[in-house]
Each structure stands twice: as structure tokens, then as C-alpha cells.
């Protein structure tokens, strides 16, 4: 299996749990892949259509986004939120293995997806295959736990089921200057840039930024719903500690990094 498949719960709140934060980098992403007026552009792992939308926007009615995700429910949700759009179109694929042809897009965009592959280089061989000569892809990626918004809480659920230690750690090691661009200069990109951007994000009250997890959205809830009562108690509280309640309004500090390179 390549990337997270979400189940119908996990993608159905996934975008009332992430879609603010998610939508404060995508900018950034679509900057960096140089998005622009008429461009044919590939979004890989889409989700809900967040990026995909952000894109439609940028390239206009010359344009057309194709948006993909490797689970059937995440391509439902894309499809509700882009059905208006005649220049969009939402295919479920494989990142790793991508159906579409040499060479037939301007621009791709991976926001907060490469670090759920199996096999990122091979995810990046892919992009670099579809993009016509002279196109630039662009991926966002997790840094570290204690910067990150949701995927923190993977690392604390590993505290408590070890076997689940190698997956959340694959969620960070994407997440440092010389790998991410030794990753795209590896996949043939050239003209490669990383850079990294940070985000403080004001929550209200730990329940609010807790319930998404609590309520199975998300990779952290599809995780976090698995456990038995006794260990999500003690996730709860590790993350309660880990995020610093004190029974008022929290503050997030999120930090994404962004690579890019052209074909």
C-alpha cells in the first residue's frame, strides 16, 4: 500500500480538522512550484481538494488541475469540493506509480503527502516523469513533532505501541534541508530549492484541538481510535502536556519545509 488509505470516517473530518492549517501553507506550495495562468498542474494526494482548489484559482479558466489521492474516500471529497469547476479533474492514483503520461503537466504539488509514501524517491520520480521539460514540482513536508499540528501525536502513540515507532518517525525524516534536496537532486530535479516556513496557530481550548483526534479525522484519528481506552487516556495526556494546557487557549507553532526543482 502506498500512502494512507483514510477510511469514510477519517476522511470526512479530515478537512474540519487540518483544512485551516493546511490552507495557511498551501501559498507557499504553489509559489514554490510556480503556478501560474493556464498551467496544467497535477496535485498528488489531494485530500479534500484544498490544493487543488488553491490551484484552479492561479491557473484559471485556461488552465486544468488534475487532482489525485490513492484512497477512493479522499477522491469522493475532492469531488464534491471541485465538482464546479469544468477545467478539474480528480482521478484516484497511486503516487508511487502514477497512470498518467510523460510529460503532461506544467507543475506538481505534493502538500503534506510525500511523508505518508512508502517510497518518497520513487514518489518524486514519478512528478519528475509527468512534468513536461522545464517544469517544476514542489512538495511540503513535516519537520519536526513538536512543530508539527496533528502528526505529533503519531510519535506519542508510539510511546505505547512500539510497532507502530517506524511509521511515525517516516512522518519527520523527510523533514531536513540536505535529505529533502539530496531526494529531488536524486530523482533528476535540478534548480532545487528548500526552504521552510512557520505558522503560530490559536486554538481556543485543548478539547478543541484535540477533537479531531478524538473523533478518528485524519491520520492521527484513524491512529488514535485503534487504541484501547486505557492507552488513548494516556495519549490524551501525554498530548495535553506535549501541546502545554492550562485550561485556556493554546497556541500551535507549526513549521512546514518546502522543496522544489525543475525538470
Known amino acids: ?3 494512507l488509505m483514510y477510511d469514510a470516517t477519517a476522511a470526512a473530518g479530515y478537512e474540519r480538522g487540518f483544512a485551516r492549517i493546511s490552507s495557511h501553507f498551501i501559498p507557499f506550495l504553489l509559489s514554490a512550484a510556480g503556478v501560474s495562468v493556464g498551467h496544467r498542474v ?4 489531494t485530500g479534500t481538494g484544498l490544493a487543488a482548489e488553491a490551484a484552479l484559482a492561479l491557473v484559471g479558466p485556461t488552465g486544468h488541475v488534475t487532482a489525485t489521492d490513492i484512497s477512493p474516500q479522499m477522491a469522493v471529497r475532492a469531488r464534491e469540493r471541485l465538482k464546479a469547476a ?19 503537466f506544467d507543475a506538481v504539488i505534493c502538500s503534506l503527502g510525500l511523508m505518508f509514501f512508502p517510497d518518497p524517491a520513487r514518489g518524486l520520480s514519478q512528478f519528475r516523469r509527468v512534468l513536461r521539460n522545464g517544469g517544476r514540482a514542489a512538495v511540503s513536508v513535516n519537520t519536526v513533532p513538536e512543530r508539527s499540528y496533528s502528526t505529533r501525536v503519531h510519535p506519542i502513540i508510539a510511546r505505547y505501541v512500539p510497532s507502530l515507532a517506524a511509521d511515525a518517525a ?3 525524516a523527510l523533514g531536513n534541508e540536505q535529505k529533502l534536496g539530496a531526494l529531488l537532486a536524486a530523482a533528476g530535479f535540478r534548480d532545487v530549492k528548500i526552504t521552510t516556513e512557520k505558522h503560530c496557530l490559536g486554538v481556543g481550548s485543548f478539547y478543541e484541538y484535540f477533537e ?12 488514535f481510535v ?9 495519549v490524551r495526556e501525554d498530548v495535553r502536556h506535549d501541546v502545554g494546557d492550562t485550561g ?14 525543475r525538470k
Open 1 to 3: 500500500m502506498a500512502q
Open 42 to 45: 497535477l496535485d498528488v494526494a
Open 86 to 104: 469544468p477545467n478539474a479533474t480528480i482521478q484516484i492514483e497511486d503516487g508511487q506509480a502514477l497512470g498518467l503520461p510523460d510529460g503532461s
Open 170 to 172: 517516516r512522518l519527520f
Open 212 to 223: 479531531h483526534v478524538e473523533r478518528g479525522w485524519g491520520s492521527p484519528g484513524q491512529a
Open 226 to 234: 485503534s487504541l484501547t481506552p486505557d492507552t488513548q487516556r494516556a
Open 248 to 261: 485556556g487557549p493554546i497556541q500551535i507553532e507549526v513549521e512546514v519545509m518546502f522543496g522544489s526543482g
